[in-house]
């Protein structure tokens, strides 16, 4: 069975950049399985960030950007600021319906 | 405005049943999947199935088939979560979300239900 694979934790200083990055088990992330980003923070709902590898949701700040960086799928942060400080899940369209999230990254923003 | 409004937490006990719903509105609710979401305390979230009020056409995670039945009434503009016999192991927050019209992300989120599961 696929899995997909996050880092389960990153920490960045405030008005850094970081990359989490986003794989699958068996096989290279790319634009073909449209992987997209969603941000939670504690208590709420997720928020769509990132669709089709690159296209940032309305009202996502532009220092959210993902690309394909090797054989992975990337969301990249620039100048992470504090509230940035949330779980981030990568999601992997399987086709037919089907969809798969990463286990997510804990970011830390210190 | 697009809006996925979900049913309020319920506490069970295992081996009831129990159906939580999905409600949307702002946009035309029978041509757009609705995907269920599980979050179980501390954890990630999972994808568990997805439904096309259209015609009802389901998937199914496999991890999830046989454990949640997924249905909608196009008519009242909502979508369920069923089960017929909780376990505590199903004690979770579970998110509905609306699939984009190209299919390939999820482009809006309901509130979340908190399930939760004692005896």
């Known amino acids: 069975q696929t899995v997909v694979t996050q880092e389960p934790s990153f920490s960045v200083s405030p008005g850094g950049t970081v990359t989490l990055t986003c794989g699958l088990s068996?096989?290279?992330?790319?634009?073909?399985?449209?992987p997209s980003w969603y941000q939670q923070t504690p208590g709420q709902a997720p928020r769509t960030l990132i669709y089709?590898?690159?296209t940032r949701s309305s009202g996502v700040p532009d220092r959210f950007s993902g690309s394909i960086l090797g054989n992975k799928a990337a969301l990249t942060i620039t100048g992470a600021q504090a509230d940035d400080e949330s779980d981030y899940y990568c999601?992997?369209?399987?086709?037919?319906?089907?969809?798969?999230f990463g286990g997510g990254t804990k970011l830390t923003v210190l | 405005e697009v809006q996925l409004v979900q049913s309020g937490a319920e506490v069970k006990k295992p081996g009831e049943s129990l159906k939580i719903s999905c409600k949307g509105s702002?946009?035309?609710?029978?041509?757009?999947?609705i995907a269920w979401v599980r979050q179980m305390p501390g954890k990630g979230l999972e994808w568990m199935g997805i439904?096309?009020?259209?015609?009802?056409?389901?998937r199914y995670s496999p991890s999830f088939r046989g454990q949640v039945t997924i249905s909608a009434d196009k008519s009242v503009r909502t979508a369920y979560l069923q089960w017929s016999s909780l376990k505590a192991s199903d004690t979770a927050v579970y998110y509905c979300?609306?699939?984009?019209?190209?299919?390939?992300?999820?482009?809006?989120w309901g509130q979340g239900t908190l399930v939760t599961v004692s005896s």
């Open positions: 999601v992997i369209y399987m086709g037919s319906g089907i969809s798969l």
């Open positions: 439904i096309y009020p259209t015609d009802s056409d389901t």
């Open positions: 089709s590898t690159n």
């Open positions: 702002g946009y035309t609710f029978s041509f757009y999947w």
């Open positions: 068996s096989g290279s992330v790319s634009t073909s399985y449209y």
């Open positions: 979300a609306r699939r984009s019209a190209d299919g390939n992300f999820f482009e809006n």
